[in-house]
């Protein structure tokens, strides 16, 4: 049986609601004759065929094949009124929607002046009304197949990300740069999405960018960042480090038994050796980043009257290994402390004077 839709209203429709469906699903059957309630800060439009046709303002209307002529041009001959002519109608909301909030579902790649490689998240709210009721129907529900709020909030909102991402990409502006041109790019997007906007009826109000914000493995590499330029020389640093881990390590071998020491070839007396050694290790690294802290620009770092393998390969200009040799057949007289040498710049100088 058919089902006749004498009287056409929306009258439940929420302050946020963008679009009420009537009926919600499928089409309505409606008859000349028919009455259509049409309240205040609403806007009816009759949809069929994919097309936006007849628009009513507020207020109580007759349909009648005088107030309905595109719908009747494509529905054809109405009978007397008695056969009833299929259609949607959509009451368009056209209050004020304020508050609208946008944010980027997935984070935006970019190239960063400091950073290299960042991926960033931004969010922000704006505000816009319905300002062309027929074209938001034909472009949103006719092209996009939309009506749901939630859905044409979504829609809207890949628009926002879209042309902030292409702002983004042309401001060519640092993650540090950022804040200070907050109201800059909230004008630039505005001016970017209100031709979009327009081109579905609707009118830009007020566009303002929140904030744009780190992913957690960006902010883990700032931070990284932040700390190594804190530090200041990290090669010292990592060697007082490597040191202090070495030296923690010689003393918790030494505090053990005699026996299970002993089993690894280390006594308590070569632990207190090696911790000792390892404790002028720290001592050293820690004087030579002080010396070398306090180096005036330009003038090389002062050479040890003390000096390990590595620095006195270096001295001599050759490797570790001939370093060893030469200590191996006495030619250059060293000190063992633990399985570390040390050899003074003397013992050097007399060798290379000989």
Do not use: C
Not at 138 to 154: F, H, M, N, P, S
């Amino acid at each position: 049986m058919v089902r006749i839709l004498d009287v056409i209203e929306a009258p439940d429709q929420a302050a946020n609601e963008m679009m009420t469906r009537v009926p919600e699903v499928g089409s309505g059957d409606f008859r000349i004759g028919s009455q259509l309630i049409v309240r205040q800060s609403q806007s009816a439009v009759f949809f069929r065929d994919g097309k936006a046709l007849d628009t009513f303002d507020p207020g109580r209307h007759t349909i009648s094949t005088a107030n309905i002529p595109l719908l009747v041009n494509l529905v054809g001959i109405v009978f007397s009124g008695q056969t009833p002519f299929k259609a949607e109608v959509y009451f368009v909301n056209m209050r004020d929607f304020i508050d609208m909030k946008w944010g980027t579902p997935e984070p935006i790649a970019l190239r960063d002046k400091d950073l290299g490689l960042v991926r960033l998240r931004a969010n922000g709210r704006y505000s816009m009304a319905i300002s062309d009721p027929q074209m938001f129907v034909a472009k949103i529900v006719g092209t996009q197949g939309l009506y749901r709020t939630r859905d044409i909030e979504d829609y809207l909102r890949g628009i926002i990300v879209s042309r902030l991402t292409d702002l983004l990409g042309e401001t060519k502006a640092g993650l540090f740069d950022l804040p200070a041109l907050f109201d800059e790019m909230s004008a630039a997007i505005k001016a970017k999405v209100a031709e979009d906007f327009a081109a579905l009826g609707i009118i830009l109000k007020q566009m303002f960018l929140g904030s744009v914000s780190p992913t957690e493995e960006t902010q883990k590499a700032i931070d990284e960042r932040a700390a190594m330029g804190a530090i200041g020389d990290m090669q010292r640093y990592l060697q007082y480090k490597a040191a202090r881990a070495m030296g923690d390590a010689a003393a918790a071998g030494g505090g053990g038994e005699a026996g299970g020491a002993a089993g690894t070839g280390v006594g308590l007396g070569a632990g207190f050796g090696l911790g000792a050694g390892m404790a002028g290790m720290i001592t050293q690294a820690m004087q030579g980043a002080a010396q070398h802290q306090a180096q005036p620009a330009g003038r090389p770092a002062a050479v040890p009257d003390v000096m390990n393998l590595a620095e006195a390969a270096a001295y001599l200009k050759v490797g570790e290994g001939d370093v060893l040799e030469l200590i191996s057949s006495g030619q250059v007289k060293a000190k063992k402390i633990g399985s570390e040498y040390r050899i003074a710049r003397k013992a050097l100088d007399d060798f290379l004077a000989s």
